[in-house]
């Protein structure tokens, strides 16, 4: 197979440069075909893009800044494609016969201009990836973007979940095409040089909250719930919650609480500021609360959250996220709840974070947030289906079976309410961890996913916190987090109101 990008010479960013891409572990052979502009862009484009890799990505190149094109790239290499791939906004090139002419839309609309209006409205643009023989729409999605700074930062980001949207149809695998609401796009829409302002702006604000206090500052909210919780209400009405107290310079988040050999403990990531990696920790809970001292249960070289439990076999098992490892590793309690010894690897080489389990019509069904090395971190959702706990693991005939940043990175365990499938989610609408939603899983098997979006939960008067980011119950037990002002300095503490934007340093931590 051959693949040609069809893109403006005048306007070569470095994200073409790839003379492959990525199907399922080979590296398919790309040509770029160079066509003439189809429309100018907007003044100073460039120049700005430059500014900001000076000031918001500190000298670093991002895929959006400009490509020196090689002259021997200058032509179309003279090899028939099997894929077209246009990228322009101009007309489709009416001397191609390859089989699979495939044209991406930006809110409907094709071309670079249409991904940097949305992006100056405030918004990453949907994608639609549409074959242009007739015009049927044959992957969706929505990025999210948690590293995408600036205006370069955005193009970059929408072009590189494009390149996983391009891939995944590649592949030859079924896609799932799901229904996905376009940004109202009615806002103010602002010039390059205000959006750029503006970035820089953001870009200065969040250095000086960093200096001045802990970012982010997750925290544990707990409480005992004899009635209705939230899964039944659909917000955070009943009792009122406690927070889990933290020393100050660690936080806590990603709560899991469980019943075991008698006792019940809350597992967390707990994470030092001044290391900035994970470890998992947990503390006991009697009928009134919390009692005892915080537990370190497990740590590793690298990065730990998310501590899923799950029993099976009379053992139980956890499976904590280290999607920086590459890996999802499967933990045996030894004794309960210190000492855990690594027993198997499901899945290798791969990034998939906030790994959830769930057993359906006798299968179990592994869900995660998937990356394939670039674009965000919470706008993937890939499944994996296997007959036991220890595997073997199989793909989704579908994976990523949802590109969406409101509705696909995991929040806690599944639930089963009235016979039917219930998944919290992440919905990063208005960045990581904004806040909560309860989806049904109407349709799950090895070739088929659906899930319905019923309830939004958000952070307010009910909650202590500005973000909410996971939930769980056990027995009467509900436990949610969320984040916080944390000053470095504890006289400043009553100079920062709890309502101040926590700012997020990197999508690896409290995931």
């Given at each position: ?162 390149l996983t949207m391009v891939a995944a149809i590649l592949s030859g695998r079924q896609r799932i095409v799901p229904q996905l609401a376009r940004p109202a796009g009615d806002g103010p829409r602002r010039g390059p040089v205000g959006y750029v302002a503006r970035g820089l702006a953001v870009s200065i604000a969040k250095e000086i909250y960093r200096l001045c206090c802990y970012a ?296």
């Open positions: 197979m051959i693949i040609e990008f069809r893109c403006e010479r005048e306007h070569a960013r470095r994200w073409m440069s790839r003379e492959t891409l990525s199907i399922d572990g080979r590296d398919v052979p790309v040509q770029i075909a160079w066509a003439a502009t189809a429309e100018p862009r907007p003044a100073g484009l460039d120049a700005l893009f430059e500014l900001e890799r000076m000031v918001l990505h500190k000298g670093k190149h991002s895929g959006a800044n400009r490509l020196n094109i090689a002259p021997e790239r200058t032509q179309v290499r003279n090899q028939a494609a099997d894929v077209i791939v246009d990228f322009t906004g101009g007309a489709r090139d009416p001397n191609s016969s390859a089989p699979l002419y495939l044209r991406p839309l930006f809110n409907g609309v094709a071309g670079e201009n249409a991904a940097l209006a949305a992006i100056l409205a405030g918004d990453l643009p949907v994608i639609d990836l549409v074959n242009e023989v007739d015009g049927s729409v044959l992957d969706r999605g929505h990025p999210s973007g948690e590293i995408a700074a600036g205006l370069s930062g955005g193009l970059e980001t929408v072009m590189a979940r494009t982010p500052h997750w925290h544990v909210g707990w409480r005992f719930n004899k009635g209705a919780g939230v899964w039944q209400t659909g917000d955070l009405s009943g009792p009122d919650w406690n927070i889990l107290p933290d020393p100050g310079h660690r936080f806590y988040a990603d709560p899991f609480p469980i019943t075991w050999q008698g006792r019940t403990f809350v597992f967390f990531e707990d994470l030092d500021h001044r290391v900035g990696k994970g470890i998992i920790s947990a503390i006991e809970f009697n009928d009134s609360g919390p009692v005892g001292e915080v537990v370190p249960v497990l740590e590793k070289p690298w990065h730990l959250s998310y501590p899923f439990l799950i029993e099976d076999d009379g053992a139980l098992w956890m499976i904590p996220e280290s999607s920086t490892h590459g890996d999802v590793a499967l933990y045996k309690c030894i004794r309960f709840p210190d000492k855990w010894e690594r027993h198997a690897t499901l899945l290798s080489g791969l990034e998939l974070a906030d790994v959830t389990i769930t057993q359906h019509n006798g299968l179990h069904y592994l869900f995660g947030a998937w990356r394939d090395g670039t674009g965000g971190y919470s706008d993937s959702l890939a499944i994996y289906y296997a007959d036991r706990l220890l595997g073997p693991w199989l793909p989704h005939s579908s994976n990523p079976v949802l590109i969406d940043r409101a509705s696909t990175r995991p929040a806690g365990n599944f639930v089963t309410l009235n016979d039917k499938l219930w998944r919290p989610i992440q919905n990063c609408t208005d960045g990581y961890g904004a806040a909560l939603a309860l989806a049904e899983v109407v349709e799950l098997s090895p070739t088929a996913f659906k899930q319905i979006v019923r309830h939004s939960v958000r952070p307010g008067p009910l909650w202590p916190g500005r973000k909410l980011h996971t939930l769980n119950r056990y027995g009467q037990l509900e436990v949610i987090d969320g984040s916080r002002v944390q000053p470095k300095i504890r006289a400043l503490g009553s100079k920062f109101p709890s309502a101040m934007p926590s700012a997020r340093t990197s999508p690896h931590t409290a995931c």
